[in-house]
């Protein structure tokens, strides 16, 4: 009997031991680690059914021991830098971190600014691909990358661009480009170096007319009555006549929304087709056909919203419109992906079908100009000069352009160097100065400030007398240069095809401008000043006018 109760007794106390030590392990005590901040990650999340945002879900850091982990966070997580509360933005990557982990879980984080950022390796990784999407408001990009994967990643103060093997600004890089992308580090998602390898695909022309003949051999598509879109509309272009393009094997081919093999394309003859140019050799060839099934209906108007999962745009004052695998998509001059559409602008549409199911064969985005995402760290500024001090200056009564209308500001302090380019209005042209030197002799003028992605000015250019800053905002297509006259070194007219006109809120069709005075404009390409003679053809131009025949300061892509 004794024994019968000792082992009842034995059984008893591993019992209650077992559960002490189970109870112990869901309850985790928290864990210090250190280590080095690498990234924080988000995830996309449906806010309703047309909309999207990013919340922050974890954080990945690098241990002392070199090995990267990635642990959740919320919203009870404490985050502090130098032991002040901060969101995660404070934290920049390679920076030293403590934290304190339970369950996999962050319950604090804390870093330190006093230690230096991560260092740039020899072997760090590298990537090459297309862009296909920039967001304005987080510098960041998403790549698909030439293996087909998807990848998304961030831009700060410190990287670096090229573009043809010299160095240049973020002004550089479009949607649709090509790139390689380079690391600091192998886990990190902030680009150190970012080279344009390749522009992304420029439109050279956008034609509509009736598929009149198709040569197999020679992959050429003849069609007659073709008409081209300029100005926002289809305008006659060889009324009466065929006309020619060559295409190749790689030149998508589509039926509403249904692909059509090369050797089928004959059987299409007699009806309405789209084709998307781009310029090959000196002559443009077919990158794009769509042969129109149905009426066609087009509109123009800002977009409203955006549905990748869907494939459906919606715009201001229409229905929705859905696009297909082979819709002609263009942004800023360039055949781009779905994903650029999220970007939202003004749209000229062409579309077709049934109302409740139509198709968009054509989304014809207008220019974003200042609210391009390349150009997000880009200002201009209008205002007088009331103060200068060694390189800085200060302006007062001051305006800044912000989605395309002027935006007034009591006062605005601004940087400026010896490479600053200054020019003074004076009788119809231009005369120039040396800013450290002259600037202080014009206080009380006032002037427009072109501001780069450094936060210094690149470009001053002081008025004639007047106090009001242009307030028409212009955007189109370079369509005629006119030769610099007698006595001049640089042309001093230029014409503008494709005008839009911000108007009420929105982008609104105009007519093309005729010979704009551009003897007192400013020109400025990848955030540098450039000469009226540096100007080609189709370049795409983002003016601010006193007047549709009077530019003032015009930025070109």
Aim: hydrophobic share 35%; glycine share 6%; net charge positive.
């Amino acid at each position: 009997m004794n024994k019968r109760w000792f082992a009842i007794y034995t059984w008893s106390i591993a019992i209650i031991i077992g559960c002490l030590f189970g109870s112990a392990n869901s309850t985790e005590a928290s864990e210090r680690i250190t280590g080095t901040f690498v990234k924080a990650n988000y995830e996309e999340v449906l806010v309703d059914k047309d909309t999207t945002k990013k919340e922050l879900r974890s954080v990945t850091i690098k241990n002392d021991a070199g090995r990267t982990a990635t642990y959740t966070v919320d919203k009870y997580t404490r985050l502090s830098v130098d032991t002040i509360a901060v969101k995660i933005d404070a934290f920049k990557l390679g920076m030293k971190v403590e934290a304190d982990i339970q369950n996999l879980y962050f319950k604090t984080l804390h870093a330190k600014t006093d230690t230096p950022g991560a260092v740039i390796e020899p072997n760090a990784k590298a990537y090459s691909g297309m862009v296909t999407y920039m967001d304005r408001d987080r510098k960041g990009l998403t790549i698909t990358l030439d293996d087909g994967r998807v990848k998304n990643v961030y831009i700060n103060s410190e990287t670096q661009f090229f573009k043809k093997g010299k160095l240049t600004t973020s002004s550089s890089l479009y949607e649709g480009d090509r790139v390689n992308i380079k690391f600091s580090v192998y886990n990190s998602n902030y680009i150190t170096l970012l080279d344009i390898l390749e522009p992304g695909v420029q439109v050279a022309g956008l034609y509509k007319g009736t598929l009149h003949q198709i040569d197999p051999i020679n992959r050429k598509i003849i069609v007659r009555d073709e008409t081209k879109f300029q100005n926002w509309h289809w305008y006659e272009n060889n009324p009466k006549s065929t006309t020619s393009y060559y295409y190749s094997t790689k030149t998508p081919i589509y039926f509403e929304n249904k692909p059509v093999p090369h050797n089928q394309l004959r059987k299409y003859a007699n009806l309405k087709v789209y084709l998307a140019t781009v310029n090959k050799n000196g002559k443009e060839q077919v990158e794009r056909i769509i042969i129109q099934k149905n009426a066609e209906r087009t509109f123009y108007e800002p977009l409203q919203s955006f549905n990748g999962k869907t494939k459906e745009i919606r715009l201001m004052d229409s229905q929705r419109f859905r696009y297909h695998d082979g819709s002609i998509l263009i942004r800023n001059g360039r055949l781009v992906s779905p994903e650029s559409l999220g970007a939202y602008g003004t749209a000229f549409v062409a579309a077709s079908g049934p109302i409740k199911t139509q198709y968009a064969n054509i989304i014809h985005i207008s220019n974003d100009g200042l609210n391009s995402p390349n150009l997000s760290d880009h200002s201009i500024y209008f205002g007088k000069i009331s103060g200068v001090l060694g390189y800085k200056l200060r302006l007062s009564d001051a305006s800044e352009l912000k989605n395309n209308v002027w935006s007034s500001m009591k006062e605005k302090d601004l940087n400026f160097n010896n490479e600053t380019y200054a020019v003074e209005e004076h009788k119809g042209e231009f005369t120039t100065l040396i800013p450290q030197m002259d600037l202080r002799f014009y206080m009380n003028r006032y002037a427009y400030f072109y501001i780069s992605d450094d936060n210094q000015v690149t470009a001053i250019q002081l008025t004639d007398g007047s106090k009001i800053p242009a307030n028409i905002t212009l955007a189109g297509r370079l369509s005629k240069l006119d030769p610099a006259p007698y006595g001049k070194v640089t042309p001093t007219k230029i014409s503008v095809r494709n005008v839009s006109r911000w108007m009420k809120g929105a982008w609104a069709d105009q007519a093309e401008v005729k010979e704009m005075n551009i003897q007192q404009a400013t020109f400025i390409k990848d955030g540098v000043v450039i000469q009226p003679s540096d100007l080609e053809i189709n370049d795409r131009l983002f003016i601010i006018a006193e007047s549709v025949v009077k530019g003032k300061i015009i930025l070109v892509d």
